[in-house]
């Protein structure tokens, strides 16, 4: 068996998702190929074929892949019981931070999801996880009476909103910086849910 084969055998879907991921950051989700992330893993493109089917399966993996890392950090902002503080991790964890390499993949993502409807279907998979947890720590806030809502799925909405909007003005446009992002942010939320805006900060 030569190396070539050798390393083709020992790759695994994980890797080939990771290299993926890499690789949409760098050329975006509509002009990744194949034959490119088998280039980078140097492997033969029958293996990716071979995991995933059809390029689209790739990307729509990889897509649900890059944007699961980030999501995965929501079970450890619900931890514990004080609904204040899981607010100020969840806020942390859904604004862009670091490379922003999730983000990034998300804004490109939601252009093409108005015409593939794979991409489409993991978009709202994922947002609906979010809002979710946002929506349960708001819910355990009221319950607690340490929040002032009388719209909580109002609240929620609207808070996702500026949050994708802001992060599209901060990593596209560029017309607002990441502090802006979190200081308005911090200041919308405390007004929706009634608290001293410090709390956030």
């Known amino acids: 068996m030569t190396r070539r084969a050798r390393r083709s055998v020992d790759v695994r879907r994980d890797e080939i998702l990771t290299a993926t ?40 993996e990889s897509f649900a892949h890059a944007v699961e890392r980030d ?22 964890l859904y604004g862009p931070t670091g490379q922003a390499v999730g983000w990034r993949i998300w804004i490109d993502a939601w252009a093409l999801a108005q015409r593939e409807q794979h991409i489409r279907t993991v978009l709202k998979k994922l947002d609906h996880r979010w809002e979710v947890a946002l929506r349960e720590v708001v819910d355990a806030g009221v319950a607690a009476g340490m929040f002032t809502c009388a719209d909580p799925a109002g609240s929620v909405a609207r808070v996702s909103a500026l949050l994708d909007g802001l992060s599209v003005a901060t990593l596209v446009y560029k017309s607002v910086t990441r502090a802006q992002l979190r200081e308005w942010v911090a200041g919308h939320v405390a007004h929706e849910l009634g608290l001293d805006v410090e709390t956030l900060r």
């Open 71 to 92: 999501l995965a950090q929501v079970d450890k902002a619900l931890r514990g019981d004080d609904p204040v503080e899981q607010l100020r991790r969840l806020l942390r």
């Open 21 to 60: 991921v890499d690789l949409i950051d760098r050329v975006g989700l509509a002009a990744v190929r194949v034959g490119d992330v088998a280039a980078e893993l140097s492997i033969s493109p029958s293996l990716v074929f071979y995991h995933f089917g059809t390029k689209d399966g790739l990307v729509a």
